[in-house]
């Protein structure tokens, strides 16, 4: 999603905010642009494309302010172009934002009605021009903007600046994320801590309906009724926030690689020292009195929870719904005072998913969330937060941030069980044993690429594929899938195995790659039937099992991946890295953006 940054120094911010900006690039862009004010005049440099495009209109023709914003566009309203892109400027005011304007439409036709002219597509060009108007009525910059946040509907991140005034940026949000770093005599504004980690570790996460006036020596907030508000300071360290490829090619791949560490990492913080309890760092969630456990996430943050849904039925015996965010608030959910809610977000600022929360939280039941941004909003909103502890993830596509929701998960899941007396100590301990395992049957699986980039040599000239599989790796073939498409643009489904016969069968022929998950120890048989099934008809069978699984499958198939053999309740973690590997190396073969793929925004923070 959009990314936008501002600051106030005593030099030139051009470099400054050029490098923040880099680092917003995992939100994923389309299109980039910095205004500065020197001289008492607003100077502003957009491009469509990467920030190299802006760096080279830069470097003809330079913005060499103290004061500055930028931003880079995930276009939602106007297509990619030098007149949507960001900062806009009317008048005596420039803006960047992040987040819609619902209500532009509205307010554009009142501005063209009074005389006003729109040169973008933009629902933000709106708010500068609402701002202008405000500042010519003989409104100071703070009454402008206050009065400007009174007519927006909608979910943002603004930032302002104003001509003639070079030690002044306004920044307000409602429903988008919003840091304020601190420096001396130097501030700083973003959306993200990443923007701003090479420049302080000192940050203040700006509350919800809040706006901020900064200048070089400090920043003041308020909340929209112009109440000033208290603030604190957080200390980051900025090695957490660190973004670097550590020599890989993509951050994907590297993330992929870092899962092992990274689940090793949660684990000690969810486990007692001798392995035999499952502790959680912070209130404790009260399964034992709920009837009902709700389960609520967007995209790959929605497939763990799916996995979890199998989870906590089966061991815990927790009666779970699995909701998609954007669905759950329109489907009107029957909630009672007995039922749970768990939300699962890599940022917590996912719009739809943070709608979600404040829904259930609104019906006064216990909230969970699943997060990696412990300062997050939907962290600071919840009952309960569950760090998955997964450090900085750049690529688009969700590899250690998924593994990780997912071990975070299952330690809840066998919390419930332990408080509902499913499951004894000594049962406690056995799982607690195999989660323990997972780090070293992850390296095994890395192990093996080379055979995975020589599947991918041939997979990757596929238009459509199939995933297939059963139980609780059914949500993996739909993950599978989603990988495959977001990063590589090849057409993917995925299936429950049993029910290709219904339908989705009719897609089987030569041409048509299926990819199936079957390890040897959960619905086997069953699952194999359905692979006799398709190649039957012509498949082309991928067919990702242990050694076991693998001797045992009497039929040809096209390609096959044999995965170390594990135990049922960890195959989920497990299987997600042939998902990830398949797409990667697909996408290699494809030669797309893996890191940024066309189209996508690593955080949606707009429904």
């Given at each position: 999603?959009?990314?936008?940054?501002?600051?106030?120094?005593?030099?030139?911010?051009q470099?400054?905010?050029?490098?923040?900006?880099?680092?917003?690039?995992?939100?994923?862009?389309?299109?980039?642009?910095?205004?500065?004010?020197?001289?008492?005049?607003?100077?502003?440099?957009?491009?469509?494309g990467?920030?190299?495009?802006?760096?080279?209109e830069?470097?003809n023709?330079?913005?060499l302010?103290?004061?500055?914003?930028?931003?880079t566009?995930w276009?939602?309203?106007?297509?990619?172009?030098?007149?949507?892109a960001?900062?806009?400027?009317?008048?005596?005011?420039?803006?960047?934002?992040?987040?819609?304007i619902?209500?532009?439409?509205?307010?554009?036709?009142?501005?063209?009605?009074?005389?006003?002219?729109?040169?973008?597509?933009?629902?933000?060009?709106?708010?500068?021009?609402?701002?202008?108007?405000?500042?010519e009525?003989?409104?100071?910059?703070?009454?402008?903007?206050?009065?400007?946040?009174?007519?927006?509907?909608?979910?943002?991140?603004?930032?302002?600046?104003?001509?003639?005034?070079?030690?002044l940026?306004?920044?307000?949000?409602?429903?988008?994320?919003?840091?304020?770093?601190?420096?001396?005599?130097?501030?700083?504004?973003?959306?993200?801590?990443?923007?701003?980690?090479?420049?302080?570790?000192?940050?203040?996460?700006?509350?919800?309906e809040?706006?901020?006036?900064?200048?070089?020596?400090?920043?003041?907030?308020?909340?929209?009724?112009?109440?000033?508000?208290?603030?604190?300071?957080?200390?980051?360290?900025?090695?957490?926030?660190?973004?670097?490829?550590?020599?890989?090619?993509?951050?994907?791949?590297?993330?992929?690689?870092?899962?092992?560490?990274?689940?090793?990492?949660?684990?000690?913080?969810?486990?007692?020292?001798?392995?035999?309890?499952?502790?959680?760092?912070?209130?404790?969630?009260?399964?034992?009195?709920?009837?009902?456990?709700?389960?609520?996430?967007?995209?790959?943050?929605?497939?763990?929870?799916?996995?979890?849904?199998?989870?906590?039925?089966?061991?815990?015996?927790?009666?779970?719904?699995i909701?998609?965010?954007?669905?759950?608030?329109?489907?009107?959910?029957?909630?009672?005072?007995?039922?749970?809610?768990?939300?699962?977000?890599?940022?917590?600022?996912?719009?739809?998913?943070?709608?979600?929360?404040?829904?259930?939280?609104?019906?006064?039941?216990?909230?969970?969330?699943?997060?990696?941004?412990?300062?997050?909003?939907m962290?600071?909103?919840?009952?309960?937060?569950?760090?998955i502890?997964?450090?900085?993830?750049?690529?688009?596509a969700?590899?250690?941030?998924?593994?990780?929701?997912?071990?975070?998960?299952?330690?809840?899941?066998?919390?419930?069980?332990?408080?509902?007396?499913?499951?004894?100590?000594?049962?406690?301990?056995?799982?607690?044993?195999?989660?323990?395992?997972?780090?070293?049957?992850?390296?095994?699986?890395?192990?093996?690429?080379n055979?995975?980039?020589?599947?991918?040599s041939?997979?990757?000239?596929?238009?459509?594929i199939?995933?297939?599989a059963?139980?609780?790796?059914?949500?993996?073939?739909?993950?599978?899938?989603?990988?495959?498409?977001?990063?590589s643009y090849?057409?993917?489904?995925?299936?429950?195995?049993g029910?290709?016969?219904?339908?989705?069968?009719?897609?089987?022929?030569?041409?048509?790659?299926?990819?199936?998950?079957?390890?040897?120890?959960?619905?086997?048989?069953?699952?194999?039937?359905?692979?006799?099934?398709?190649?039957?008809?012509?498949?082309?069978?991928?067919?990702?099992?242990?050694?076991?699984?693998?001797?045992?499958?009497?039929?040809?198939?096209?390609?096959?991946?044999?995965?170390?053999?594990?135990?049922?309740?960890?195959?989920?973690?497990l299987?997600?890295?042939?998902?990830?590997?398949?797409?990667?190396?697909?996408?290699?073969?494809?030669?797309?953006?893996?890191?940024?793929?066309?189209?996508?925004?690593?955080?949606?923070?707009?429904?």
């Amino acid at each position: 999603m959009c990314g936008i940054v501002g600051i106030i120094g005593s030099t030139s911010v051009q470099s400054s905010i050029i490098e923040a900006l880099e680092k917003l690039e995992y939100r994923g862009y389309d299109s980039a642009g910095i205004a500065t004010i020197s001289e008492n005049e607003i100077l502003c440099r957009r491009s469509v494309g990467k920030l190299s495009c802006l760096k080279n209109e830069l470097s003809n023709a330079p913005v060499l302010g103290k004061i500055g914003i930028g931003h880079t566009r995930w276009a939602t309203h106007g297509a990619p172009s030098i007149d949507n892109a960001h900062p806009h400027q009317v008048g005596k005011v420039a803006l960047v934002h992040n987040g819609i304007i619902e209500n532009y439409n509205e307010l554009k036709a009142q501005i063209i009605s009074e005389g006003g002219i729109m040169v973008s597509e933009t629902d933000t060009e709106v708010v500068a021009a609402f701002c202008n108007m405000f500042l010519e009525s003989g409104m100071s910059p703070e009454e402008a903007v206050s009065s400007t946040l009174g007519q927006l509907k909608g979910a943002y991140a603004l930032c302002f600046i104003f001509e003639g005034n070079e030690d002044l940026i306004i920044a307000a949000r409602k429903g988008s994320p919003l840091v304020v770093g601190w420096g001396v005599e130097e501030m700083f504004v973003g959306s993200d801590a990443i923007a701003l980690a090479h420049l302080t570790n000192q940050l203040t996460y700006v509350e919800e309906e809040n706006y901020v006036v900064i200048s070089r020596k400090e920043a003041k907030f308020f909340n929209f009724e112009g109440k000033e508000q208290p603030s604190k300071k957080v200390f980051v360290n900025s090695e957490s926030v660190l973004v670097t490829k550590s020599g890989y090619r993509h951050f994907m791949h590297k993330e992929i690689n870092e899962q092992a560490s990274v689940i090793s990492y949660a684990l000690g913080s969810y486990t007692s020292f001798d392995r035999k309890r499952i502790l959680l760092p912070n209130q404790i969630p009260s399964f034992a009195k709920m009837d009902r456990l709700i389960i609520s996430a967007c995209g790959t943050a929605f497939l763990a929870g799916h996995v979890a849904k199998y989870w906590f039925e089966k061991i815990s015996g927790l009666p779970s719904d699995i909701d998609i965010a954007s669905e759950f608030r329109y489907r009107e959910p029957i909630i009672s005072k007995k039922t749970g809610a768990i939300f699962v977000s890599q940022s917590g600022e996912t719009a739809d998913t943070l709608a979600a929360l404040r829904m259930a939280k609104s019906n006064s039941i216990e909230t969970i969330v699943v997060v990696n941004s412990e300062n997050s909003t939907m962290a600071r909103e919840s009952d309960i937060i569950m760090p998955i502890k997964a450090g900085v993830e750049v690529g688009v596509a969700s590899t250690k941030a998924f593994t990780s929701q997912l071990l975070v998960l299952a330690a809840l899941v066998i919390e419930a069980a332990r408080q509902r007396k499913k499951i004894s100590p000594k049962q406690e301990e056995e799982f607690i044993n195999q989660l323990f395992a997972i780090p070293r049957l992850i390296n095994e699986v890395l192990s093996r690429e080379n055979e995975i980039i020589n599947i991918c040599s041939e997979l990757a000239n596929a238009q459509d594929i199939l995933f297939i599989a059963r139980g609780p790796l059914y949500p993996l073939a739909l993950e599978g899938a989603l990988k495959l498409k977001e990063i590589s643009y090849i057409h993917a489904e995925g299936y429950a195995a049993g029910e290709l016969k219904h339908g989705p069968i009719a897609l089987v022929d030569s041409s048509v790659p299926i990819i199936c998950f079957a390890p040897s120890n959960i619905l086997y048989d069953k699952t194999t039937s359905n692979i006799h099934e398709v190649i039957a008809r012509g498949g082309k069978v991928i067919l990702v099992s242990d050694k076991g699984g693998l001797s045992d499958f009497k039929g040809d198939v096209w390609k096959s991946f044999e995965m170390p053999f594990s135990e049922p309740f960890i195959l989920p973690i497990l299987y997600a890295l042939p998902a990830q590997l398949l797409a990667y190396y697909s996408a290699i073969e494809k030669g797309t953006d893996v890191d940024q793929p066309r189209n996508l925004a690593k955080s949606v923070t707009v429904e």
